[in-house]
């Protein structure tokens, strides 16, 4: 079938390649050249260098010691609190006093009365809680050898073999989203070899007792009362079951143990569950959780163990081997990947070490944000040891959570978005709460940190927490779904009656300062000023630069959503008048972009938040097409690296997409490594420190943004590849208008591109000077070469 391509030096006819290709799946990748694998030569020997798996609900941290296995357990709603009206009642009637303070320029005062006013009451909120250990103790002192622990990306499974008085043992372990279970097995070449002692246990808020062949806990949070966090109480109830299935030998249940003796081979069945109900924001007394565990077990307890393998295998390479990436490089799959990751921080280069830690922010993806889950990832995934984690291990609204699925279009894993869709339309309703209390606004907003349970006030303080639009940037991802699916159903349904009600807080909210709409109170996250003549930090302002641009970036999505729906006329207009009256990036004295209304010093201009470069990436206001402010964007990101910017794991990632944005290759390569070397840990894991998954997450969204953009009606092929990936291959990178792509170069030029329509569709394709236009069906791809024929 031929197809018209415009080239914009000439005019050309090419032959499309009618291929029927109906979804990705019928691409077929030869998994054995691409497989992906995380190796060791020793245990873990703290939680950091330990190995995670997840279905999406639950997760396991693998710890792979000889005598005392340790696998940590999550569950993904088991959170302290619980959901209750946090709203301040003096907000209100406060409200009208701070925005005075503000345009007053009396920011101390502002800041005082609105932490006792504006904040939330409490103004903290609770942890995501580890669900516990299971543990595998061996009767054996003797010495191993061959020891070899990994984690195969391709297949989701953790594997540890090894060897004792000339026996070879090996525990495979996995999370399966098609059981919603975790697996455990243990086999040895010699039949008998198995005898261990099985634990599964919780430091507290927890019984646990042996039933026969089975561990059965179940537990309750109980949280005391601190004024920071809120009444305490009995909270969360949850439960978990282990069943133990042997091959030869016996099971013994003794006490809380379960003892094997004599195995030739053990099969472990593993589940939890909460009685969390998302569609209450809270726990539900009608759930039992221990009667959802047996549910689940029912289900797999008959199966064989290679049954549950297989299907999990085939499930998780179904969508992980959508994307095979090639750097080139010299293949170092035979040396331990910390050793290679110390390598590359003494100074190597490893391309192949870049496309595993690219492929594992995928995998991590995966594991913390599907079905069977229902939560989206939170800082941590899934994975978390503590009681009481870092920053809760909870739901950043003013960068993080939106950076945890900056890579899930464009990396294939579109599917890992719902459980975000979900979450977001649920937030709506305490968030009209808020707005409605709050500001005295219709729609609902949220501010920049929450948890399960919907808390949708400012958190904390007010330096932090301020962030009055965070709701409207949480639709982001919403809308992003929608430009890499063309699904106007999900859009008529889903995405935009959230985004049409973000607006409506909006149109409310905004007041009138010099003939412009600004916002106030506000901040720029999680930055700080200095007035002229004061010595104290300011946070608080009116107008800020990420407010403006997260302004016209959501006004322009519900513009385009209104028109594709054919919807909201009357309503369109309106919201084109509010966006001609969104004050203008601005560009200050030092030739940066200004973060605030005004040309402030900075209190400090090294700080890990780039908050004013949001039009930068991931919005795409800020593009060659106007050339002033794209040279001030990369002046401003000069100035904070000049002082000590981009310093945590995220805001490294961070970078990535802004060179890769500015079309700066070497730099942008320059930051890849950086994270490798000055922000990742042997298990590849994040550090910001401590662990943040969000950094993972940003580098593989700024590895795939190297490779391919999509932003404004173009696709632009390798835009930003680096001299040190000379030649490679990459298969199954997805772009903004349902469109699917595979590339190769070679010596730092492309030799072919092949684009996949996924539903009828058109764009203009750019490589280096030359562009096309192609026009599709679904189903039908077109193959260019370097210069677009």
């Not at 000889?66 to 009637?93: C, D, H, K, M």
């Not at 919603?180 to 634990?199: E, F, M, R, V, W």
């Not at 060179?659 to 390569?669: S, T, V």
């Not at 999509?710 to 349902?738: D, F, K, T, Y």
Request: aromatic letters at 10%; one cysteine or more.
């Amino acid at each position: 079938m031929n197809k018209r391509l415009t080239q914009l030096t000439f005019l050309l006819i090419i032959i499309l390649n009618s291929c029927n290709y109906s979804n990705q799946y019928d691409k077929q990748i030869d998994v054995e050249q691409t497989a992906y694998k995380l190796w060791y030569q020793q245990p873990a020997n703290n939680w950091d260098e330990a190995l995670p798996v997840g279905n999406g609900r639950l997760g396991a941290m693998v710890f792979g010691d000889v005598y005392n296995e340790r696998i940590q357990l999550n569950e993904e709603s088991l959170w302290a609190g619980e959901r209750f009206n946090t709203n301040n009642p003096n907000a209100l009637r406060d409200l009208p006093h701070i925005r005075d303070l503000i345009f007053e320029g009396k920011i101390q005062e502002a800041y005082e009365l609105g932490n006792k006013s504006l904040l939330g009451t409490p103004p903290r909120f609770r942890s995501y809680q580890t669900l516990g250990d299971i543990y595998l103790s061996f009767d054996s002192a003797a010495s191993f050898t061959d020891y070899k622990r990994e984690l195969h990306l391709n297949s989701g499974i953790s594997r540890t073999v090894f060897t004792i008085n000339g026996i070879t043992y090996i525990r495979e372990i996995f999370a399966s989203a098609p059981d919603n279970i975790i697996a455990i097995h243990l086999s040895a070449d010699k039949p008998g070899a198995i005898n261990t002692a099985i634990a599964l246990q919780r430091q507290k808020d927890v019984d646990v007792k042996a039933e026969k062949n089975q561990l059965i806990l179940t537990g309750q949070i109980i949280d005391g009362a601190t004024e920071t966090q809120g009444p305490g109480g009995e909270h969360m109830k949850f439960a978990a079951k282990l069943m133990a299935m042997n091959k030869g030998g016996e099971i013994c249940a003794e006490d809380s143990i379960l003892q094997v003796k004599n195995a030739d081979e053990l099969y472990i069945l593993f589940t939890a569950a909460t009685d969390y109900n998302l569609e209450k924001l809270n726990y539900d007394r009608r759930i039992d959780p221990l009667s959802v565990c047996n549910d689940i077990l029912a289900k797999s307890e008959g199966k064989s163990y290679s049954q549950i393998r297989g299907s999990h295998i085939k499930d998780q390479e179904s969508v992980f081997n959508r994307v095979r990436l090639n750097l080139g490089g010299e293949q170092l799959s035979s040396i331990p990947t910390d050793k290679r990751l110390d390598s590359v921080k003494n100074g190597a280069d490893d391309p192949a070490l870049i496309a595993l830690y690219f492929q594992y922010g995928r995998y991590l993806l995966i594991g913390s944000s599907r079905s069977p889950g229902i939560l989206p990832a939170n800082l941590q995934g899934v994975w978390n040891g503590h009681f009481q984690a870092p920053w809760n291990s909870d739901y950043h609204t003013n960068i993080n959570l939106q950076m945890n699925y900056w890579h899930a279009e464009i990396c294939n894993l579109t599917e890992t978005v719902d459980p975000l869709i979900n979450i977001v339309d649920k937030w709506r309703g305490p968030g009209r709460v808020t707005a409605k209390d709050m500001y005295g606004c219709d729609g609902w907003t949220m501010h920049h940190a929450t948890d399960i349970f919907g808390k949708t006030v400012p958190n904390a303080d007010m330096r932090w927490g301020m962030s009055p639009l965070s709701g409207v940037w949480m639709t982001f991802p919403l809308w992003r779904h929608y430009e890499f699916t063309l699904d106007k159903e999900y859009l008529r349904t889903k995405a935009y009656p959230i985004m049409k009600e973000a607006m409506e807080f909006v149109g409310d909210f905004l007041i009138e300062k010099d003939g412009y709409l600004v916002t106030n109170p506000t901040m720029s996250p999680e930055n700080a000023y200095l007035l002229e003549g004061e010595d104290y930090q300011c946070q608080l302002t009116y107008a800020a630069t990420i407010d403006n641009q997260t302004l016209i970036g959501h006004i322009d999505h519900c513009i385009k959503a209104s028109e594709v729906l054919g919807v909201d006329d009357e309503l369109r207009q309106n919201w084109k008048n509010i966006r001609s009256k969104i004050p203008p990036v601005l560009i200050g004295k030092d030739s940066t972009i200004m973060e605030w209304i005004e040309d402030y010093k900075e209190r400090e201009p090294g700080h890990r938040h780039m908050s004013h470069l949001l039009g930068l990436y991931p919005l795409a206001q800020i593009t060659p097409e106007s050339p002033e402010l794209f040279k001030a964007a990369k002046s401003t990101i000069e100035k904070r690296l000049q002082h000590g910017g981009g310093h945590t794991g995220w805001s490294r990632a961070w970078m990535i997409n802004f060179f890769a944005r500015l079309h700066e290759p070497e730099i942008a390569y320059d930051h890849v490594m950086a994270l490798l070397r000055k922000s990742t840990q042997g298990n590849l894991f994040d550090s910001h420190p401590p662990f943040q998954i969000d950094g993972n997450f940003g580098g593989t969204a700024g590895i795939a943004e190297m490779l391919l953009q999509s932003h404004n009606g173009v696709i632009q092929l390798l835009p930003a590849l680096p001299a040190a990936w000379l030649s490679g291959e990459v298969n199954g990178l997805c772009a903004r208008g349902a469109f699917e792509v595979d590339m190769k170069w070679k010596n730092g030029v492309m030799v072919t591109a092949t684009i996949y329509a996924k539903t009828d569709s058109k764009c203009f394709v750019k490589y280096k000077n030359n562009v096309v236009e192609i026009d599709l069906e679904k189903g039908e791809s077109v193959t260019l070469n370097g210069q677009l024929y």
